[in-house]
Protein backbone atom coordinates (compact mmCIF):
# COMPACT_ATOMS: atom_id res chain seq x y z
CA UNK A 1 0.00 0.00 0.00
CA UNK A 2 1.19 2.96 -0.46
CA UNK A 3 1.76 6.38 1.75
CA UNK A 4 -1.28 8.41 0.48
CA UNK A 5 -3.65 5.19 0.89
CA UNK A 6 -1.94 4.21 4.27
CA UNK A 7 -2.52 7.79 5.83
CA UNK A 8 -6.10 8.25 4.42
CA UNK A 9 -6.57 4.84 6.15
CA UNK A 10 -5.48 5.78 8.87
CA UNK A 11 -7.78 9.14 9.23
CA UNK A 12 -10.73 6.94 8.05
CA UNK A 13 -10.24 4.24 10.80
CA UNK A 14 -9.72 6.29 13.83
CA UNK A 15 -12.77 8.44 12.63
CA UNK A 16 -11.57 11.98 11.22
CA UNK A 17 -12.67 11.12 7.62
CA UNK A 18 -14.76 9.31 5.67
CA UNK A 19 -13.81 7.68 2.10
CA UNK A 20 -13.77 10.18 -0.35
CA UNK A 21 -17.09 11.64 -1.69
CA UNK A 22 -19.01 14.46 -1.66
CA UNK A 23 -20.00 14.27 1.76
CA UNK A 24 -17.81 16.36 4.72
CA UNK A 25 -14.57 15.63 5.81
CA UNK A 26 -13.62 12.89 3.07
CA UNK A 27 -10.16 12.48 2.67
CA UNK A 28 -8.66 12.61 -0.65
CA UNK A 29 -5.26 11.77 -1.73
CA UNK A 30 -3.55 14.20 -4.49
CA UNK A 31 -5.96 16.34 -5.04
CA UNK A 32 -8.62 18.70 -3.37
CA UNK A 33 -11.24 18.93 -4.83
CA UNK A 34 -13.98 21.63 -5.19
CA UNK A 35 -16.74 19.51 -2.96
CA UNK A 36 -17.10 19.18 -0.36
CA UNK A 37 -16.53 22.84 1.50
CA UNK A 38 -15.34 20.90 4.53
CA UNK A 39 -12.46 18.22 3.20
CA UNK A 40 -9.28 16.82 4.14
CA UNK A 41 -6.61 16.35 1.42
CA UNK A 42 -3.05 14.54 1.72
CA UNK A 43 0.07 14.93 -0.66
CA UNK A 44 3.44 13.53 -1.09
CA UNK A 45 6.33 16.19 -0.29
CA UNK A 46 9.09 14.14 -0.93
CA UNK A 47 10.84 12.78 1.87
CA UNK A 48 14.33 12.52 3.33
CA UNK A 49 17.71 10.16 2.86
CA UNK A 50 16.25 6.36 4.17
CA UNK A 51 18.06 5.58 7.63
CA UNK A 52 19.71 2.63 8.58
CA UNK A 53 17.79 0.03 11.46
CA UNK A 54 18.50 -3.13 12.49
CA UNK A 55 20.40 -4.08 9.13
CA UNK A 56 17.19 -3.11 7.16
CA UNK A 57 16.84 0.59 5.52
CA UNK A 58 13.82 2.89 7.15
CA UNK A 59 11.87 4.73 4.30
CA UNK A 60 11.73 8.58 5.47
CA UNK A 61 8.85 9.88 3.56
CA UNK A 62 7.35 13.42 4.08
CA UNK A 63 3.36 14.05 3.53
CA UNK A 64 1.28 17.25 4.00
CA UNK A 65 -2.21 17.33 5.28
CA UNK A 66 -4.45 20.10 4.43
CA UNK A 67 -7.97 20.61 6.39
CA UNK A 68 -10.75 23.06 4.52
CA UNK A 69 -13.75 24.18 6.64
CA UNK A 70 -16.95 25.68 5.12
CA UNK A 71 -17.85 29.02 3.96
CA UNK A 72 -19.23 30.23 7.88
CA UNK A 73 -18.50 31.96 10.59
CA UNK A 74 -17.87 28.46 12.16
CA UNK A 75 -15.72 27.23 9.91
CA UNK A 76 -12.38 28.05 10.57
CA UNK A 77 -12.82 26.89 14.56
CA UNK A 78 -14.17 23.18 13.12
CA UNK A 79 -11.58 23.02 10.54
CA UNK A 80 -8.87 24.04 13.47
CA UNK A 81 -10.52 21.18 15.39
CA UNK A 82 -10.25 18.45 12.89
CA UNK A 83 -6.72 18.91 11.74
CA UNK A 84 -5.67 18.67 15.19
CA UNK A 85 -8.10 15.37 15.11
CA UNK A 86 -5.97 14.31 12.40
CA UNK A 87 -2.63 15.26 14.28
CA UNK A 88 -3.50 12.98 16.42
CA UNK A 89 -4.49 9.58 14.83
CA UNK A 90 -1.43 10.14 12.60
CA UNK A 91 1.15 10.82 15.66
CA UNK A 92 -0.44 7.79 16.95
CA UNK A 93 0.88 5.60 13.61
CA UNK A 94 3.72 4.57 15.69
CA UNK A 95 5.80 1.42 16.57
CA UNK A 96 3.40 -0.72 15.34
CA UNK A 97 2.02 -2.66 11.98
CA UNK A 98 -0.65 -0.35 9.86
CA UNK A 99 -1.90 -1.53 6.74
CA UNK A 100 0.69 -4.34 7.01
CA UNK A 101 3.47 -2.07 7.11
CA UNK A 102 5.70 -1.09 9.81
CA UNK A 103 5.85 2.55 11.28
CA UNK A 104 8.24 3.77 13.99
CA UNK A 105 7.13 6.85 14.08
CA UNK A 106 5.23 9.69 12.07
CA UNK A 107 5.83 13.20 14.02
CA UNK A 108 4.23 16.88 12.93
CA UNK A 109 7.27 18.97 11.51
CA UNK A 110 5.15 22.34 12.90
CA UNK A 111 1.76 23.24 14.29
CA UNK A 112 -1.11 23.93 12.23
CA UNK A 113 -0.38 27.14 9.64
CA UNK A 114 -3.28 29.13 8.07
CA UNK A 115 -2.70 28.75 4.33
CA UNK A 116 -5.48 31.84 4.25
CA UNK A 117 -8.93 31.82 2.68
CA UNK A 118 -9.45 29.85 -0.63
CA UNK A 119 -11.24 31.97 -3.68
CA UNK A 120 -14.83 31.06 -2.08
CA UNK A 121 -13.68 32.42 1.47
CA UNK A 122 -13.13 28.57 2.96
CA UNK A 123 -10.45 28.24 5.39
CA UNK A 124 -7.39 25.90 4.69
CA UNK A 125 -5.08 24.77 7.51
CA UNK A 126 -1.73 22.69 6.85
CA UNK A 127 0.28 20.46 8.69
CA UNK A 128 3.55 18.68 7.29
CA UNK A 129 4.70 15.03 8.84
CA UNK A 130 7.95 12.96 8.51
CA UNK A 131 7.65 9.31 9.01
CA UNK A 132 10.21 6.65 9.33
CA UNK A 133 8.62 3.14 8.26
CA UNK A 134 9.76 -0.06 7.19
CA UNK A 135 10.15 -1.11 3.71
CA UNK A 136 8.99 -4.51 4.46
Known amino acids: MALLEEIAARLISQG???QGSTASWS??????????DQCISIYETGGNPNQPHD?????????????????????YPAARTKIAAARTAIEGMTAGLFS?????????NHEALSLGHDATHRPRLVINFTALRSRN
Open 16 to 18: VGI
Open 27 to 36: VFKGWEPEIP
Open 55 to 75: GDLLDVPTFQLRVRGANTSTG
Open 100 to 108: NRYYCQVTA
